[in-house]
C-alpha cells in the first residue's frame, strides 16, 4: 500500500484543534496561526501485516488502565519538584534525575544524591512537557493543566536560574540544572514531602559543567546552577518548544501563560545560539558569559570534516530563534561522516543526531518553511529505513536497547508526519507492551505508603520505554501532523475519552 497525503483539512479530525479551541465553522483565534496539517504530499510504502482491530483494541485497553489505575498524570506531577508555590517564590518542577527518596518515620523526603547528578535533567523534562500538551488538548484532564505549568516554569526557569542579580539584563543563557533551596511541599490531598538539595548546594569542576553560585537571583535568592548547557538535552527542548503554541488552546490560564512564557524564553535562548554563531554560551562562577571551547557547546565543530554535520541542530535554532532558515539548506537531513564518526564514538550519540532531526522538522513545519520540512521528512524516513534494516553484527548496542530505541524513533517520527509502515507499528507495540511489563511489576509507586518501611527508594519504573516516554502516544494522537495512511496501532479516539486518566 502506498500513503499519501494531500488530505483537506476537514477529513482529518485534528485533536489538536479540538479541545478548548472552539467549536462551529469558524477557527478558534487560538489556532488561527498555527499549522493544520502537512502541507504537501508524502509518499511510502506501507509494507507488513496489519496490526488487527482486536490486537489495536486490547494494546489500546491495557495502556488506558496502566494510566488509570496508576493515577498516572497525578503521579507525575506528585514526584516532579523543582520550587513550591508556598514557599512563595516564583514555582516550577522538574524531572530530576539523581534524586532518592527517604522513608523514616513516615517522613518522605526526595534526597538529591552526592553519587547523582542533574546535568541531563532537561531531556526528560522536555519529553514530558511535549508530551502534556498534547495529552491536556486530548483529554482536558487538570492533573495535565499541573504539568503543562510546572514543566514549562521549569523550562523557564533554567533561564532565569542564571540571572545574575538585579542589574542583569540577559535572559537567553540556560542552566543545564538550577538547584534552589530545601523546603516542604503539601500535596494537595494533604501527604508532604521536603526537598533536600543539600548534597547538590555545592560548587563543583568538572571538564563539562560546573556547579556555580549564584547568589543573588533576583527570582529566587540564594541558588546554586550547573553551567555549560550541552546539546545533549537541546534537540528535547526544540522539540518541546514546537508544541508550546499549542497550549493557547488548553481551557487552564495557568497553565496558557506559563507555556507561552516559556516559548519566549526559548526563543531567546536559540536567537543567543544562532548570534554567538550556532554556540551555546554561558556564565562563568563571577557571572561573566563566556563561549565554552569544548565540543558540547558547538554546532560548527565539526564542518571540516563534512558541511552538513549539525545542520539540523543550527536549522531548528535558527527557525525557533527568528522564524527562518537564516539561509540554511540541510538538504535531507543527513550529517554524512560526522554521524558515523559521533555513533561510532559513543551509542547515545544517535539520540541526539535522531533528536535534531526530528526538532527541525517540527520547527520547519511550525514556521511555514515547507520545502525544508518536506525534505528532512524525506530523508527521515531514509534514516529510519536503514537503521532498521542494520543486522545484529552492525547495530552499536544491545539488540534490546536498540528495538526500544527504534519503537520510540517510531512514535516521535510518526509525530512528525511518517507514516508507519505496519511493521514499525508491531515493533512499536511490542516495545511498549515490554515498558508496561517493567512498570506495572514496579511495586513503589506511592512512597508515601505507610506500608513501605523505611529505607531509601527508588521513586521511578525504569525500563527501556520508561515513565518519561509512555505518553508519546499521546503526543502521536494529538499531532497535526499524523498521516491518516500510516498504519494504526492504537485508537486515538479512545484516548480522548474519559476512561484516558
Same mark, same amino acid.
Request: glycine fraction near 8%; charge should be negative; charged fraction near 25%.
Given at each position: ?5 494531500g ?14 479551541? /472552539?467549536? /462551529? ?22 509494507a ?17 488502565a ?7 498524570f =497525578?503521579?507525575?506531577?506528585?514526584v ?22 527517604? =522513608?523514616?518515620?513516615?517522613?518522605v ?17 522536555? #519529553?514530558?512537557? /511535549? ?5 491536556l ?8 493543566? +499541573?504539568?503543562?505549568e510546572?514543566?514549562s ?46 548534597? @547538590?548546594?555545592?560548587l563543583t ?6 556547579t556555580?553560585?549564584?547568589?543573588h ?10 553551567? &555549560? ?16 503554541? @499549542? ?7 495557568a ?28 556564565? %562563568? ?14 554546532f ?7 558541511? +552538513? ?19 540554511l ?30 526538532a ?23 534514516r529510519?529505513?536503514?537503521? #532498521? !534494516? ?12 536498540w ?8 512514535? &516521535?517520527? !510518526? ?14 507495540v ?13 511495586? =513503589?509507586?506511592?512512597v @508515601? %505508603?505507610?506500608?513501605?518501611? %523505611? ?9 527501556e ?14 499531532s ?19 476512561? !484516558?486518566?
Amino acid at each position: 500500500m502506498r500513503a499519501t497525503l494531500g488530505w483537506p483539512l476537514a477529513l482529518l479530525g485534528l485533536v489538536f484543534l479540538g479541545f478548548g479551541c /472552539g467549536s /462551529g465553522d469558524e477557527p478558534a483565534r487560538c489556532d488561527a496561526e498555527l499549522p493544520q496539517a502537512l502541507p504537501f504530499s508524502l509518499n511510502r510504502e506501507i509494507a507488513g501485516e496489519p496490526l488487527s482491530p482486536a490486537e489495536i483494541t486490547a494494546f489500546t485497553d491495557r495502556y488506558l488502565a496502566f494510566i488509570e489505575q496508576k493515577r498516572f498524570f =497525578r503521579w507525575l506531577g506528585d514526584v516532579s519538584h523543582g520550587v513550591d508555590a508556598s514557599t512563595g517564590l516564583p514555582p516550577w518542577m522538574v524531572w530530576w534525575t539523581g534524586v532518592v527518596v527517604d =522513608r523514616a518515620q513516615g517522613k518522605v523526603t526526595f534526597r538529591h544524591d552526592p553519587n547523582g547528578g542533574p546535568d541531563n535533567i532537561m531531556i526528560p523534562t522536555s #519529553k514530558l512537557l /511535549g508530551q502534556s500538551v498534547g495529552a491536556l488538548l486530548l483529554t482536558g484532564e487538570p492533573d495535565l493543566a +499541573r504539568l503543562l505549568e510546572g514543566y514549562s516554569r521549569g523550562m523557564t526557569a533554567t533561564m532565569l536560574g542564571m540571572v545574575w542579580d538585579d542589574s542583569d539584563p540577559v535572559r537567553t543563557i540556560m542552566a543545564r540544572a538550577v538547584i534552589a533551596n530545601n523546603h516542604t511541599v503539601t500535596l494537595a490531598d494533604g501527604r508532604k514531602k521536603d526537598i533536600d538539595y543539600t548534597a @547538590w548546594r555545592q560548587l563543583t569542576q568538572a571538564w563539562n559543567t560546573h556547579t556555580i553560585h549564584v547568589e543573588h537571583n533576583p527570582f529566587w535568592g540564594d541558588i546554586y546552577a550547573k553551567n &555549560m548547557r550541552s546539546k545533549d538535552d537541546v534537540p528535547h527542548i526544540y522539540r518541546a518548544a514546537a508544541w508550546l503554541p @499549542w497550549a493557547r488552546c488548553a481551557s487552564d490560564p495557568a497553565a496558557r501563560e506559563a507555556a507561552a512564557e516559556a516559548f519566549q524564553f526559548l526563543q531567546g535562548f536559540a536567537r543567543d545560539v544562532v548570534d554567538a554563531g550556532y554556540h551555546i554560551r554561558t556564565k %562563568d562562577e563571577q557571572g561573566t558569559i563566556y563561549t565554552p571551547t569544548e565540543d558540547l557547546a558547538s554546532f560548527v565543530d565539526y564542518e571540516a570534516l563534512d558541511p +552538513r554535520a549539525e545542520c539540523n541542530a543550527k536549522l531548528a535554532s535558527a527557525l525557533l530563534g527568528y522564524g527562518d532558515t537564516r539561509g540554511l539548506d540541510c538538504a535531507d537531513g543527513s550529517g554524512g561522516a560526522y554521524e558515523a564518526g559521533a555513533v561510532a564514538g559513543h551509542y547515545y550519540n544517535l539520540a541526539i543526531i535522531r533528536g535534531f532531526h526530528m526538532a527541525a522538522i517540527l520547527q520547519a513545519l511550525l514556521h511555514r518553511a515547507d520545502e525544508a520540512a518536506r525534505n528532512l521528512l524525506l530523508g527521515l524516513i531514509a534514516r529510519i529505513d536503514r537503521d #532498521k !534494516a542494520l543486522p545484529d553484527g552492525q547495530i552499536p548496542t544491545t539488540r534490546e536497547r536498540w528495538d526500544a530505541d527504534l519503537a520510540k524513533l517510531f512514535a &516521535m517520527a !510518526a509525530v512528525c508526519g511518517v507514516p508507519l509502515t505496519h511493521d514499525e507499528a508491531r515493533l512499536l507495540v511490542r516495545e511498549w507492551q515490554k515498558g508496561l511489563d517493567t512498570m506495572e511489576a514496579f511495586e =513503589r509507586w506511592d512512597v @508515601w %505508603d505507610p506500608a513501605l518501611p %523505611d529505607g531509601t527508594y527508588s521513586y521511578k519504573p525504569g525500563g527501556e520505554i520508561d515513565a518519561e516516554e509512555i505518553l508519546f502516544l499521546f503526543e502521536y494522537c494529538a499531532s497535526p501532523y499524523r498521516h491518516p495512511a500510516g498504519a494504526t496501532f492504537i485508537d486515538c479516539e479512545r484516548l480522548r475519552g474519559p476512561d !484516558a486518566g
